[in-house]
């Protein structure tokens, strides 16, 4: 540690110091494939085709709508 600071303090501080110091340190996102940027395009374009005027998923519409987005993906 630095010079002129009692060895007591120093190890008080210590453990706060570690503490922050993990809370800092930033985790590395993965980078979105071409494919995942494709599909969710697609999915975006596709999904309100199976939605109620709601806004709310008709019956399997999630399942059909993630289905026709891989589908178009693929192709494109």
């Given at each position: 540690?630095?010079?002129?600071?009692?060895?007591?303090?120093?190890?008080?501080?210590?453990?706060?110091?570690?503490?922050a110091e993990k809370k800092?340190?930033?985790?590395?996102?993965?980078?979105?494939?071409?494919?995942?940027?494709?599909y969710a395009r697609e999915?975006?374009?596709?999904?309100?085709?199976?939605?109620?005027?709601?806004?709310?998923?008709?019956?399997?519409?999630?399942?059909?709508?993630?289905?026709?987005?891989?589908?178009?993906?693929?192709?494109?």
């Amino acid at each position: 540690m630095a010079e002129g600071i009692n060895p007591a303090v120093v190890e008080g501080v210590m453990p706060a110091i570690e503490k922050a110091e993990k809370k800092v340190v930033k985790k590395v996102k993965r980078k979105a494939s071409a494919y995942s940027k494709r599909y969710a395009r697609e999915f975006k374009k596709v999904a309100s085709r199976y939605k109620k005027k709601s806004g709310a998923w008709a019956k399997d519409g999630f399942k059909r709508a993630q289905k026709e987005a891989h589908r178009l993906a693929k192709r494109g």
